[in-house]
């Protein structure tokens, strides 16, 4: 009997053990144990402007086990040689590409690589056309929320202000249409466009300088990270004193320089693309093609915050700004 009741319980933990096993392979279908590469390339990669995006990819990459490899740059001149940079790292063995691209010229490579790699494109004006997850803000609704900050500073006041706009490229898709939200938003308001000036920032300051003694403006709107700083770099000049007091900037931008100076009141509004969580959701996207082999056109929108000096020691906002990575 004692025997019977031993062989019994024997039976049952062989049984749990079986189910035990069974609910494991389940849970890890599709998963491969292979050590993965991800490498990414965005232009100026040492900018601060990228600190929250690489704390999100790093944290991701640990999350789902992934090699990180976050590529030096400088400044691209031409999409070919971007497209250097991320060839040599495919033929280093990269398994995926998490890329910014600024251009649509560089089309056919793109496709090209995808044969060879995992692509996930980030933040970047190239049009996915259903081929490729992009995970970026939506840049039309950071232009009307600039607007949007620059009519609540204002209200009725804003009726035959002069409104100069730093477009960076109007050939980059994003640049289009944070330009066509902002153009958009100030239509009603009685504003004047005075002028908008596009190019990277290093070479417009000269033409800027010209436009500012010739067309002075009452507000300045700077559409990219880079041309925020050029501003608050002028402002820092000899005569800063008096366009500070004439003259309002408001600004995208998510650099430390630039949330510094919105503390300091020379930008009066901030439009801060959430970076930690497009970081994390590229490197979670190409994790699970990789890994899982899920869908590899999926892509997601990433939220962004209107950022002033009053609410910036908000709680919701320092976690955004300045994320904690566990």
């Known amino acids: ?24 392979n389940m849970l890890n279908v599709g998963k491969q144990e292979t050590s993965y590469r991800v490498s990414v390339v965005v232009e100026n ?6 600190t929250s995006l690489r704390q999100g990819l790093e944290q991701a990459a640990r999350d789902y086990n992934i090699s990180l490899s976050f590529v030096s740059t400088g400044s691209f001149s031409t999409a070919m040689e971007e497209m ?9 063995g990269a398994n995926g590409i998490i890329l910014q ?5 560089a089309g056919q490579e793109l496709e090209d690589l995808s044969g060879q ?55 980059q898709r994003s640049m289009q249409q944070r330009y066509t939200g902002v153009s958009q938003g100030l239509r009603e308001s009685g504003a004047v466009v005075e002028w908008s000036l596009e190019g990277k920032a290093e070479s417009i300051k000269d033409a800027f300088y010209t436009l500012e003694q010739d067309k002075p403006v009452d507000i300045l709107i700077a559409l990219g990270n880079d041309e925020t700083e050029m501003m608050v770099d002028f402002f820092a000049g000899d005569e800063l004193g008096w366009r500070l007091d004439r003259c309002s900037l408001y600004g995208v931008g998510s650099s430390e320089k630039n949330v510094y100076y919105l503390d300091k009141g020379w930008i009066q509004t901030l ?16 994790a699970k093609q990789l890994i899982y082999h ?11 915050l209107v950022v002033d000096r009053e609410h910036l020691y908000d709680a919701d906002i320092q976690k955004v700004l300045f994320p904690i990575v566990q």
């Not at 004692?2 to 609910?23: D, E």
């Not at 691209?101 to 010229?105: G, I, K, L, P, S």
Request: glycine share 6%.
């Open 1 to 24: 009997m004692k025997k019977n009741r031993l062989y019994f319980g024997m039976l049952i933990l062989m049984l749990v053990a079986v189910i035990i096993w069974a609910f494991y």
């Open 45 to 50: 990669s040492n900018s601060d402007r990228w």
């Open 271 to 286: 439009v801060v693309p959430n970076e930690f969580n497009m970081g994390y959701q590229s490197m979670e996207a190409i």
């Open 294 to 304: 899920m869908d590899t056109t999926r892509s997601s929108k990433v939220n962004y």
């Open 101 to 105: 691209m600024n251009t649509d010229h």
């Open 117 to 171: 790699t995992a692509v996930l494109l980030l933040e970047t004006d190239v049009d996915p056309e259903g081929v490729y997850a992009l995970v970026a803000p939506d840049n039309e609704e950071m232009g009307a929320a600039l607007a949007q900050a620059v009519q609540s500073d204002f209200g009725d006041d804003l009726a035959g202000k002069r409104v100069g706009i730093l477009a960076c490229s109007q050939s």
């Open 84 to 92: 250097d940079v991320v060839k040599k790292q495919v033929t280093n």
